[in-house]
């Protein structure tokens, strides 16, 4: 038996005997789920899941309460897995963060029992708030991942898809201030907040005709006023602004910034538009490790799916790609053979704890798990 094939296959003796105690995790973190920068609990069971095995856990990296960095073995060559586990308000983990906790976690854990024969040094960090707070951003920012040789994880989707090739996009919060008034006896008094966000609106709408296909503008209003009778004083939303890449990101926003202060000087209100993170980049994939992690994949009967409404989950932005732009980092997608349920919705959800999310879990742990044995092993030669 190969070198590779032995190290092969112990890891996945490895991830089956993890079986319980990954999906445990799983299940737990869907049944509990917590919002971006608020994943106090989460961030301590997949850390503790890790100090369990062995590994050596620092909390609140980077200045970041539920952050956290988790390391193991000794070796010059640094692989690190990212685990997500922020859910989203209201619909909690429609986008899969529980599965990819435990997935980075099992890989972890089970290619850091052969760390010293390969020369690595095995990591996992705990990032929060990729739902729009942009933690891996702070992260990188603060300097966590330097030095690292490779970054993985691997997201869930409707069906598998190998390269990850995400919208950049801003996150902006909109305010708009005007002059209450009583709307029957005094509405001339007023500056009408609510109308000016109709006049933006309006007008992104419009913009829409001039925006190229690569470019995504929605947003909701959160704050629309208080009651019928009364001028609304104070309007509020959130807009995100994806695009291709960072160079049309930065054009497009100039533009729906206009649209913005057009409801503002239609309306004589005032506009504070405050970013609620940095932007996201768009993805720089590492051929080789994703050549990797897709003939792995295929080993354990995943089918890659390139085509069709299903594959669409790889556009969506992720602070994932901050990171790529700095270190070696693959992002592929894992199937939950779900469609035509998708990404975001609540039957998503449910799609990520039962048998067949487990499947996935196992799948998914082995395949980031393989790919590590086969870049230590890489670079040995």
């Keep these: 038996m190969s070198e590779a094939k032995g190290a092969k296959r112990r890891v996945q003796d490895d991830v089956g005997g993890l079986h319980a105690e990954l999906a445990a995790l799983s299940e737990d973190l869907y049944r509990n789920p917590e919002t971006a920068w608020n994943e106090v609990e989460s961030a301590a ?22 952050a956290f960095h988790a390391r193991s073995g000794s070796g010059t060559r640094r692989i690190a897995y990212m685990a997500e586990y922020d859910a989203l308000p209201g619909i909690g983990h429609a986008c899969g963060h529980n599965l990819i906790s435990a997935m980075s976690a099992g890989a972890a854990i089970a290619l850091a029992r052969r760390a010293d024969e390969l020369g690595l040094t ?3 960090f705990g990032t929060p708030a990729e739902e729009g707070g942009g933690g891996k951003i702070e992260m990188l920012d603060r300097g966590a991942f330097e030095g690292l040789d490779v970054a993985m994880m691997a997201h869930p989707a409707p069906v ?4 990850a090739d995400p919208f950049a996009v801003s996150h902006s919060a909109i305010r708009y201030t005007g002059k209450a008034a009583h709307a029957a006896a005094y509405p001339t008094h007023g500056r009408n907040a609510a109308d000016a966000f109709t006049v933006a609106q309006v007008a992104i709408g419009l913009l829409r005709q001039q925006l190229p ?3 995504r503008v929605h947003g909701v209003v959160t704050r629309g006023g208080e009651a019928p009778n009364a001028i609304p004083q104070t309007t509020e939303g959130r807009w995100y602004v994806r695009a291709q890449d960072m160079a049309e990101l930065a054009a497009t926003e100039e533009k729906v910034r206009r649209c913005f202060e057009a409801g503002a000087l239609a309306t004589g209100c005032d506009l504070e538009i405050e970013p609620e993170s940095k932007p996201y980049s768009d993805f720089r994939t590492d051929e080789a490790a994703l050549a990797l992690y897709e003939r792995n994949a295929a080993a354990l ?4 799916v390139t085509e069709g409404p299903e594959t669409q989950m790889c556009r969506a932005s ?14 592929p997608y894992i199937g939950l053979g779900c469609f035509p349920v998708l990404n975001h919705q609540k039957e998503f959800a449910d799609h990520c704890v039962g048998e067949t999310a487990e499947r996935t879990l196992s799948d998914g ?9 086969d870049l230590a092993l890489g670079w040995e030669s």
């Design 301 to 304: 009967g995943r089918e890659f």
């Design 160 to 163: 598998d898809v190998a390269r």
């Design 365 to 373: 742990a082995t395949a980031l798990a393989w790919t590590g044995v």
């Design 122 to 124: 095995v990591e996992v």
């Design 45 to 66: 069971k997949v850390a503790g899941l890790l100090r369990r095995h062995g590994f050596e856990v620092t909390e609140n990296v980077a200045g970041l309460p539920t």
């Design 213 to 215: 296909p690569s470019v």
């Design 318 to 331: 992720t602070d994932m790609g901050n990171v790529s732009q700095a270190v070696p980092a693959i992002h």
